[in-house]
């Protein structure tokens, strides 16, 4: 049976990164299959200015109809109010939320439960920076998503959280991102026929929690570690945020400005058509896109144990996870493979292998759409 889905997620204009990216892919694939779908989109205007809307731009190309809700803070029940009534008059079976700001107006605009549609998030993952103003928001959360009628998690290390947190497992989904579309193989081996040098990448929002010091840390190190040959490698930082501008500062302090590139946002198909190895340095993660789309591109990984991460990169077969904030032992293990090239090859090639077996799409769709056949209708 097909159904009304509207989806409220939370967003300004600027960069699209993984949550976004797994939303639209989401909608767009429900669109496909033959249901309504709409996206309401909450949009802090304080402080906000003009500039590209590259979520809003994606949205439109899936064909889905967008509706942006302004918002002069963090919260406003007026907003939701009208979200609600939007919704509720649109005759949607489901508002399906992402994020804690979504979660709280999609509570809201349920009339606290009593509007007829049900009520589904995804936890994409809370920050746990130590900030009172971020702890606040988490626990504001966890409360709010005690009413949903389900949770959805990616990954098991937020749906072991959220169980010791009190949530009724009956009311967890876990429902990991597939990949909906893998490269051919001869694109993905092009880059173990050309010249150059061995390139480690960095994807993704540069900000706190994401830890991209790390990396330059571990650079510092991999320069002393490589001095015998000292051209062998570089690494390539792709995606903006808070910290760019300390980031490239920090770089040429050190010492590293021939070694580090920042190229900014670019398409996930140009980065790892030169990117080598993966990185990723993160204190707080789920289950990023950027590891999945490495994956399909047959290339192996480099992480932090943090989150889900060590779910999708088997340590020794898709790549190596090392601790969190240890530079020395991520910069060993970018030597291990600048020593042995072939085996950062071998890994990429079982990752996608495994990604290809296990990490379909059509299943995650599969998966939503017998989750959304099992919602109560009031």
């Known amino acids: 049976m097909k159904k009304r889905i509207a989806f409220l997620v939370q967003g300004a204009r600027g960069g699209l990164y993984g949550a976004e990216k797994a939303t639209v892919q989401l909608a767009g ?4 299959r033959g249901h309504a779908v709409r996206i309401w989109r909450l949009r802090e205007t304080r402080g906000a200015g003009e500039g590209s809307d590259p979520m809003g731009a994606a949205i439109r190309e899936a064909g889905i109809d967008l509706r942006d809700i302004d918002i002069a803070g963090r919260a406003s029940p007026a907003a939701a109010k009208r979200i609600g ?13 992402t994020g804690y700001k979504s979660d709280v107006h999609g509570w ?7 509007r007829p549609f049900a009520l589904v998030a995804i936890v994409h993952g809370w920050l746990f920076r130590g900030d009172w103003r971020e702890w606040l928001y ?13 949770v959805v998690v990616l990954s098991a290390f937020y749906e072991r959280l959220l169980r010791r947190k009190g949530f009724d ?6 429902i990991p991102t597939g990949i909906a579309s893998f490269p051919d193989d001869e694109d993905c081996r092009a880059l173990w026929t050309h010249g150059g040098p061995f390139t480690f990448g960095v994807l993704g929002r540069l900000s706190e929690e994401k830890n991209p010091f790390l990396v330059l840390q571990a650079a510092k190190r991999l320069v002393k570690i490589r001095r015998r040959d000292p051209s062998g490698w570089r690494i390539v930082f792709a995606g903006d945020g808070p910290l760019r501008k300390a980031l490239e500062r920090k770089a040429e302090r050190m010492g590293l400005a021939g070694k580090v590139a920042f190229e900014g946002v670019t398409d996930s198909g140009r980065f790892f058509r030169s990117v080598h190895v993966l990185v990723q340095t993160s204190n707080v993660e789920n289950r990023p896109m950027s590891l999945l789309e490495a994956a399909a591109w047959g290339r192996s990984a480099i992480v932090t144990k943090a989150g889900g991460m060590p779910e999708i990169v088997a340590d020794g077969y898709a790549g190596r996870v090392v601790a969190k904030g240890d530079a020395k032992a991520l910069a060993e293990a970018m030597d291990g493979y600048l020593t042995e090239p072939a085996k950062a090859r071998m890994d990429g090639t ?8 296990e990490w379909s799409f059509a299943d995650t769709l599969s998966a939503f759409e017998g989750l959304y056949a099992t919602l109560p209708r009031r």
């Open 29 to 32: 694939a429900l669109a496909a």
């Open 85 to 97: 009534e939007e919704v509720e008059a649109w005759g949607a079976d489901v508002l399906h939320t």
């Open 108 to 114: 809201w605009a349920s009339a606290k439960g009593t």
């Open 138 to 150: 988490y626990r504001a959360d966890l409360a709010t998503l005690r009413r949903f009628d389900r």
């Open 169 to 174: 497992p009956r009311q967890l989904a876990r």
């Open 350 to 357: 079982w990752a996608r292998r495994h990604a290809l077996a």
